[in-house]
């Protein structure tokens, strides 16, 4: 079992960046396929990207594809999501979430999730 807690959401402006950050605990951390979703007001919660658990590969959405990066520590226990060059549509609640499967696109093969951490681009 895993649980997990992020961080480093805000509040920035169109164009910015944030590094979010999601930590982990449990001992077999490194065999999860980890994620992010994102959730906007008055909307489904919806894939962002994931990585699998050797971090060979990394799938995103195509509307973060070329400005988001995942990456994991499997030492640390930690997975990271840089956001470059955000927009007003990026602003939502982050999750993290942990699957024993292979990476997948919809939230209903994650079993560990998050608490999310609230990220707000203003135009």
């Known amino acids: 079992q895993v649980q997990l807690l992020e961080s480093g959401g805000g509040l920035v402006q169109a164009g910015g960046l944030l590094r979010l950050s999601c930590a982990a605990s449990?001992?077999?951390?490194?065999?999860?396929?980890m994620a992010w979703f994102r959730q906007a007001p008055g909307k489904g919660r919806e894939f962002v990207a994931a990585?699998?658990?050797?971090?060979?590969?990394?799938y995103y959405a195509d509307s973060v594809k070329g400005r988001f990066t995942i990456s994991r520590d499997n030492v640390k226990n930690m997975v990271y999501l840089q956001m470059n060059s955000l927009k007003p549509e990026d602003t939502g609640v982050y999750y993290c979430?942990?699957?024993?499967?292979?990476?997948?696109?919809?939230?209903?093969?994650?079993?560990?999730w998050g608490q999310g951490t609230q990220v707000t681009v203003s135009s």
């Open positions: 979430a942990a699957s024993t499967g292979w990476v997948a696109v919809s939230t209903r093969d994650y079993g560990y």
């Open positions: 449990g001992r077999t951390f490194s065999s999860y396929a």
């Open positions: 990585i699998t658990w050797s971090s060979g590969r990394t």
